[in-house]
């Protein structure tokens, strides 16, 4: 007897090995559970061990899945959760859903292991018989019924006998999958049918019994929906050949089924990652006062900028500015208000840019502008724009109070430099009109050509 251990506790599949195969079964390890329903390593088993964690599917969602299979082998064998600590109350009910077996603890030893699968080994499990499967028929003679009836009722499926007009409610009732169908003379009563099927949805495995048609009916009848054709009189063996395909059809059908829904959730999973990782990426390179990107942010934005410059000579300049005498006015108004007024101005530099431009703070009163395709006299006019308009527009403060800031400016445009170096070189800059007096526009040491 095969046990399939789908399992990461690989000491557990040597205990299982010791415990069994001295015995004369044969243990398959297999990692987990989509691995073994993509190699169909459980088609052997008569016995499984399965881990009860899993991603993307769980243990109980796997012992669902064969205990839904159509082969009455998958659901009569024995499957056993694996268990990193003992199970709950919680856990039996779900296990008592799924219709699993029991719980085998990962560190059970192997008397234990002998006790608990013995039995299921030894072909002793008490298991439930599961359904038979169900094949609607119609249009059959009354003895042609009661033969296909006979072959199939024992091998596990169960003929439920309907008029034509009743064949899409008792697939619904039987909740069936595979349709025989005996073919009138000119395949007119069979075409009618499959049409009314197609627009119901959910096409069955049909099976169709008949002696060969004219070549333009077979073709119609195969473009309709039908998957075997069984010339009379019937053949017992080519009758149970073509309901195991059915059975297999219907099996890759499922499993293709539950692997889409599989990378649905994957694919789910990824985009909600994909927006927590962008989520936290903004968080990252963004100042939650003024909402503008930080220092984080500038020094990659600059870093790019000089690397474009240097490789496709695509210009750009750099604007580096600090608010005037910043200190007086958290200490006159409060700290409350410097963050009123750097929200203030923040959102009139933003707005006095183009679209392509990208403005950032980049210290407590500090800001930075990168003005991508900007010569160094263009540059200089934007700063200048920028100083008027802080300068002539007060802020109004949420108390109704008005505040008169200014802000001073230091204007580049790179060299063959680092972003270190050019950013110094406009900090001086920032600096000197610092020095002279504030609230004024300083050029940075224009670079040599190259």
Known sequence: MNILAITRHA?????????????????VHVQDQLQAL?????????????????DPMDG?????????????????????????????????????????DGFVEHNQSLQELLDLLGPAVGGALAL???????????????????????????????????????????????????????????????????????????????ILLGPP?????QRRLFLAGVAEWLP???????????????????????????????????RERRVLLEMEAASLRNEVLTDPLTG?????????????????????????????SDVDHFKLVNDRFGHLVGDQVLQGLAQRIRASLR?????????????????????????????????????QEPLTLDSGQSIFPTMSFGVGIPGAESPAHLFAQVDRALYRAKNSGRNRVEIAAEPAPR
Not at 213 to 217: K, L, M, V
Not at 361 to 382: H, Q, S
């Open 213 to 217: 048609a004219a070549e333009d009916t």
């Open 60 to 100: 109980y969602r796997f012992c669902s899945l064969l205990r839904g299979e159509i082969r009455p082998l998958f659901r009569n064998l024995g499957i056993f959760l694996v268990v990193e600590e003992p199970a709950r109350e919680a856990d039996l009910e779900r296990l008592a859903e799924a219709n699993g």
């Open 355 to 391: 679209r392509s431009d990208l403005a950032f703070r980049v210290g407590g009163e500090e800001f930075a502008v990168i003005l991508p395709e900007t010569a160094l006299k263009a540059g200089t006019e934007v700063a200048e724009k920028l100083r008027r308009r802080i300068d």
């Open 232 to 266: 009379l009189p019937l053949s017992e063996p080519q009758l149970l050949h073509a309901c195991r395909r059915a059975t297999e059809w219907l099996n890759a059908r499922r499993v293709k089924r539950e692997f889409e829904q599989q990378l649905n959730e994957l």
């Open 128 to 206: 439930p018989l599961g359904p038979r499967l169900p094949v609607v028929a119609t249009g059959l003679g009354r003895a042609l019924q009661q033969r296909i009836r006979g072959v199939l009722g024992h091998f596990d499926f169960d003929l439920h006998a309907c008029p034509a007009n009743q064949i899409r409610k008792t697939l619904d009732e039987t909740r069936s999958a595979i349709l025989i169908m005996a073919l009138d003379p000119d395949g007119t009563r069979v075409l009618a049918a499959l049409e009314r099927l197609r627009a119901g949805g959910g096409r069955p495995y049909i």
């Open 292 to 320: 503008l990107p930080n220092r984080r942010a500038f020094d990659q934005n600059l870093e790019h900028a000089l690397r474009q410059w240097e490789r496709h000579h695509r210009s750009f300049a750099l604007i580096l």
């Open 11 to 27: 000491p557990l599949v040597e205990r299982l090995r010791m415990a069994f195969e001295g015995a004369g079964h044969q243990v």
């Open 38 to 54: 993509a190699t169909e390593a459980w088609g052997q088993a008569q016995v499984i061990l399965v881990d009860r964690s899993g």
